[in-house]
């Protein structure tokens, strides 16, 4: 029996000579496992296949974690990419948004300082004829209607020159000069002139505040803000049945808050966003008043925020730092 290198290392003849046909089809010498059944049977006579199999199932698992790895750093890069791509386009919104509002603001300025300049004339010659009335009828008429009346006039064309200055100075960027001043009388006398408006008929306005709350502030300026967001609180309640306005004033450690509450709508999220990060013109109009509250608010030293009430309506608080008393 003639044994060579071919198959198996120092096995017998190839399977393709009659002497091998003759043991694998006896199923002795080298082809005795074929003898064997089960699974141990199955796995000697085609372990060649199955190696085949095993090494084409680890290139398939191979092949698919690289599908997935690329997939993955893929869809990362991509997410990436679109937060990128959303990161600019808010940055380029809101660079829009401020750039109209610097316009916007350059405009008001120009038209501010136009009609300051414009008005003042005719104001100073209506405050000079009240005087001069007030003179000519000075013995010649006891009317204490008259008198009142004149005085008023005088009074009332006077706070309206103090206010086209400060127009005019608000135009130019000047800076103002503040003094010690009492929150509650400038309170008082905001109330003063609320009510002296048509938009006030029907509204009621409770007041809770300390008989001296001391800080330092341009009294004309603050009594125009308090004013300013009396009107808009009577403005929201104008369709309510609860015509009520609450003001009070109250002390943190280092400041002073007033708050304005009104029982107007209910406050949306889309709108108490609008009013705490103002980039677009409100519902009313240009949304001035509000924008110049903030800027008198922030000039001194203060701010203004804003919460929904309870059930329903606004509550405005405005936070002015206190005065230091050791100073």
Known sequence: MEQTRGGDS???????????????????????????????????????????????????????????????????????????????????RESRENLFQLEKAGVVSELSAMFAHEAHQPIASLINYADGLKLYLKGKSEDPLVQEALSEISTQADRLSKIIQRVRTYAKRQHHEVKKENLSEIIDRALVSFRRSSISTGVDVEVKAPVTANLLADALELELLIVNLLKNAAAACRDSQDKIINVQLSEATNEWMLSVSDHGQVISDKLLSQLSHPTKSLSDGLGLGLSICRLIAESHGGKLTFKPNTPKGLVVTLHLPKVNEEN
């Open 10 to 92: 120092w096995g017998f003849a190839s399977d393709f000579t009659p002497v091998s046909s003759l043991y694998r089809s006896l199923e002795i010498g080298p082809y005795e496992y074929l003898k064997e059944t089960g699974f141990t049977g199955f796995a000697k006579r085609y372990r060649h296949y199955l190696y085949g199999l095993a090494a084409l199932l680890i290139l398939i698992l191979l092949y698919t974690a690289s599908v997935r790895r690329i997939v993955s750093l893929r869809t990362r890069d991509l997410t990436i990419a679109l937060k990128e791509k959303d990161k600019a386009e808010k940055e380029a």
